[in-house]
């Protein structure tokens, strides 16, 4: 069942976008995807595990419970060199069941749908008000620094009790903590910063409790059911995956959009909230800014997609390239704000499926439902070629986005 392959033609992943592409994944994907739902691929260390590039066998995998997402066991594959310190995993995102359940659980309750409805109307007011700021000041502007930024780390650090005015410290070890071609040093010491912030944080909520979710963690170490390391690690998680994504998507999402006029003029013309939704699924799904994959290791041997993965191979599920499976979405290199890209794997899938999906999808709707209406001639302020990628990036998106109107 197995097939035995050159270790010549292996191919490198993470590979490089065509240039003139950046909304795509790379071709080599793509042509990875045609052969078949799996593939060998090389990665940094010179390891070889399984990338899997179908739609269906990546949901399969990431619901499988034969699959581990826990980064210490043997075959992991790590998205990049890691130094050895104790404790070093960014909480439950890397950790199994039950004891990824029990740390989630305690999390959870300010992101159901219900909860982070009732936050609509404060997202809206942070939207207007940076977009009355943004049209006051200069114009170009940089649209990551005044608005894509802002909007998700104003409401994250509402939501966990963070005060704001340490943003530039957050954003700035946060970009250094997922960026793959940090020196690993560079990047254990921004963790270890952090941590350390968080936990003088947990340790003020002790002294001093309050409503926010950071209160509610010191209230579990005071009931010896969570211990401070953990309350810590918890909050960096929390912190970094709640600003870095939703800025990335933002940004990204409106240059796509710039780069797409009929699709940018449906939403320029649109107040109806399902068009606005459905937008955001698609431009999910399109993008898919966690362009280096969900990555696993296999617990039993597995059989899939015509393959045997055995116990301990490392696995690569690529997200970006399944949601372009045309298997499941018909014409999938097409944006296309019309269509109904619910199913998209961009949160991933199965039991770490992600945490912030509802607060992440109703500040994109706040987000792309207003700016482009209030600022009906947005425009990019430089040519595409001059705009700086993140191709190095756990979390693609663009590091800065010149815009005038
Ligand atoms: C557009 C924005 C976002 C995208 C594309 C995104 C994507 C993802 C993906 C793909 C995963 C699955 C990881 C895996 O399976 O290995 C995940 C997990 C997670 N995300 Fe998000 N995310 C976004 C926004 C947010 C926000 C706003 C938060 C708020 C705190 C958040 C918190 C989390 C957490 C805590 C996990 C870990 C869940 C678990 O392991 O059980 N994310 N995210």
């Known amino acids: 069942m197995t097939e035995t392959v050159n270790p010549a033609e292996i191919p490198q992943f993470p590979a490089a976008r065509a240039a003139r ?15 078949g739902p799996l593939a060998k ?51 439950f995102i890397l950790m199994d069941d039950p004891e990824h ?33 943004m049209l006051a000041g200069p114009s170009p502007v940089d649209l990551v620094e005044a608005f894509a930024l802002p909007v998700p780390s104003l409401v994250i650090c509402e939501l966990l009790g ?19 071609a940090a ?34 963690l010191a209230e579990r170490i005071k009931a010896d059911e969570l211990t401070r390391p953990e309350a810590a690690r918890m909050g960096v998680l929390l912190l970094v995956a709640g600003h870095e994504t939703t800025a990335n998507m933002i940004a990204l999402g409106t240059l796509a959009l710039l780069e797409h ?5 449906l939403l320029r013309r649109t107040d109806d909230p399902k068009l606005v939704a459905g937008a955001v699924e698609e431009l999910l799904r399109y993008l898919n800014i966690t362009h280096s994959g969900r990555r696993r290791v296999a617990l039993e041997d597995i059989e899939i997609g015509g393959q045997v ?30 269509r109904d890209a619910r199913r998209h794997v961009a949160f991933g899938f199965g039991v770490h499926q992600c945490l912030g999906q509802p ?31 993140k191709h190095d990036g756990q979390v693609y998106g663009v590091y800065e986005l010149p815009v005038a109107w």
């Not at 940094?44 to 995998?61: F, H, I, K, M, N």
């Not at 359940?101 to 999390?107: C, D, E, I, P, Q």
């Not at 298997?327 to 097409?334: I, K, V, Y």
């Not at 109703?362 to 070629?385: H, N, S």
């Open 21 to 35: 592409c950046p909304f795509d994944p790379p071709p080599v994907l793509h042509a990875l995807q045609e052969q």
């Open 41 to 91: 691929v090389k990665v940094w260390d010179g390891s070889t595990p399984w990338l899997v590039t179908r739609y269906e066998e990546q949901r399969a995998l990431l619901a499988d419970p034969r699959v581990s997402a826990d980064v210490t066991r043997p075959g992991y594959p790590r998205s990049a060199p890691v130094v050895s310190r104790n404790g070093s995993a960014i909480s």
């Open 101 to 133: 359940a029990r740390l989630r659980r305690m999390v959870q309750a300010p992101f159901t749908v219900r909860r982070i409805e009732t936050l609509r109307p404060a997202v809206q007011k942070i939207v207007d008000g940076l977009i009355d700021d």
């Open 162 to 180: 963070v005060p704001y005015a340490d943003h530039e410290f957050f954003q700035d070890n946060s970009k250094i903590l997922i960026r793959r």
């Open 183 to 216: 020196d690993p040093e560079e990047r254990a010491a921004a963790f270890a910063r952090l941590v350390g912030y968080l936990d003088d944080l947990v340790g003020q909520k002790l002294d001093h409790s309050g409503e926010d979710l950071l209160s509610r």
């Open 261 to 265: 006029p009929d699709q940018l003029d």
């Open 309 to 338: 993965i055995r116990a301990g191979d490392g696995l690569i599920l690529a997200n970006d390239i399944g949601n372009r499976d045309p298997a499941a979405f018909p014409d999938p290199d097409r944006l296309d704000l019309r």
């Open 359 to 389: 607060l992440a999808r109703m500040e994109l709707q706040v987000a792309y439902g207003t700016l482009y209406r209030r600022v009906p001639t947005l425009r990019l302020a430089t040519e595409l070629e001059r705009i700086p990628f």
